[in-house]
């Protein structure tokens, strides 16, 4: 389904090519984009691990090593960041956030995931992402031309804006009057706390075995 992600890494495929292997193992990762649907997936995954090793005879041993929740935002808490960084950015308005709720909930899907997921079902959580563009030839994260980029002052000046909006952040929620109750409110709600509304943006639940 869309959505789906299955990466994996063979740790030991054995030391020859020509024989049938005593033992292998890997790292594998289910990705999904809401909790029942990373059920599924992981069942799935484990069925056909099972259907291997029933078809050769072998062994089969998972042990999990830990997973993380999708991450749900705080949307008072966003508000509050998008006007910081667009205090922030050129008077042109170039890299400004766009005001629309709608356009954001489309633009902020990622296929990342962290452990800030699990924070935002325990608090109030907003998890900010920036670009930084990786050069000519570039792939984006996880590759040597991103990390060469990441050292360049762009890269550190777009770090430090998205440290000063954050900061904002902070500021709007011991200043002013009635935020911190609305965070605080929206979030019991987002948790099914108290009466939904709306549609909550999410990064993926990752499985990792």
Partial sequence: MPGDVIQGNITSGGARPNIIHAYAAGDFVVRADSQARLRELRAQVQRCFEAGALATGAKLKVTETGSYKDHVPNRPLGRSYTRAWNALSTKDGKGKIPLDEDVDEIRGRTMASTDQGDISYAMPSLSVGFAIP?????????????????????AYEISLKVGKGLAAVAVDVFTKEGLLEEVKRTWRRDMGMEEKEGVRTRGLLSWWI
């Fill in 134 to 154: 990786p050069g000519e030839g570039g792939q984006g994260p996880h590759n040597p031309e991103f990390a060469a980029a990441a050292g360049t002052r762009g």
